[in-house]
Structure formats: C-alpha cells, structure tokens
C-alpha cells in the first residue's frame, strides 16, 4: 500500500470518527455535563473539543499551508458549543481534498516548522502527518471515557467499523 492510500484511509477515518462522536454522542450531553470537569487533560469535554479544534488547526496549517500559527494548545476559540462542533466538523473534512491533491514525493520530505512555544522543528513529513491523525484518537478515547463516567455510552470509533461501512457502501 502507497502512503498517500494509507494517508486517505486515515483521513476518512477522521472524519468519520469525529462525527460520531459529536452528531451521535455529544449531542445529548447536557450543558452542565459538557462544561463538567471530567479530571482529563483539558478537564471538561467542551475544553478537550476545543483542544481538538486548536489541534486540528495548527497541524492543518502546518502541513498543508506551511505556515506555523503559535497559539496555546489551551486555547478556547468557541464558548458556546453549537459554532464549536461546527468548526470542528468543517476541520477534519479538509484533510481529504487536501491529500486527493498532495504530491507523493512529499512524504519522503521532511516537515519544518515552528512549535507552540516558539521552539523550531524538523521532523519527517509522514511522521508529522501521522501524528495530526492520531493525536486526536487520544483525545478522543480520553471523551469517551468521560461518557462512560457519567453513566453514557462511549461511541465505537475503531477503524474497522469505517472500512465495514465503506465496504458495504453505508
């Protein structure tokens, strides 16, 4: 398998996992459950959707625009949770157009950029890459244990479900 094949894969799986998790999971919290800390990393939902945003964002503009946006990883873009889930939703849908039309030699490249805190980097594309896929998976297992704790469902959001469901053209 070709690395851009194996990159497109992950980019639907994204896509598709974070949906799950916002139009069929957080949808039914209530506020006080979505802003509840929950003792994770960013402490509540709302804070680690936010986190996800901040996340998606900079790794977006790092490889796909080559430009290095210094923004603490904490940092809030939405109070409220409908244009939140919205923004977010609309991010993981670019990463598929935008890898439809990468050249493959990129992922033998490597990616420079300027970390958060001001620190310059040079790491190998496709690891960097990687990472703006999979950094998000944590975050969102740290979710759905936060569902679990608060007597909720946590979504399946494994990768093979995706490909079942792309198999049977779902």
């Known amino acids: 398998m070709q690395l851009g094949t194996y990159f497109a894969g992950l980019a639907r799986y994204h896509a598709w996992a974070t949906a799950r998790l916002l139009d069929e999971h957080l949808v039914h919290l209530s506020d006080a459950q979505w802003h509840r800390d929950c003792h994770l990393f960013f402490h509540s939902v709302h804070h680690t959707v936010n986190h996800l945003l901040v996340t998606d964002n900079i790794w977006f503009a790092r490889l796909a625009e080559g430009v290095s946006p210094r923004l603490p990883l904490d940092t809030e873009l939405y109070h409220e949770r409908d244009p939140l889930v919205s923004a977010l939703g609309a991010a993981v ?78």
């Open 93 to 170: 849908q670019r990463w598929s157009p935008w890898l439809a039309g990468l050249d493959a030699t990129r992922f033998d490249g490597d990616l420079v950029y300027t970390r958060s805190d001001g620190q310059p980097m040079c790491i190998p594309f496709a690891y960097a890459l990687g990472h703006a896929f999979n950094h998000p998976t944590h975050h969102r297992g740290q979710i759905s244990a936060a569902l679990t704790g608060m007597g909720r469902p946590a979504p399946v959001l494994d990768w093979p479900y995706l490909m079942l469901q792309e198999a049977r053209g779902a």
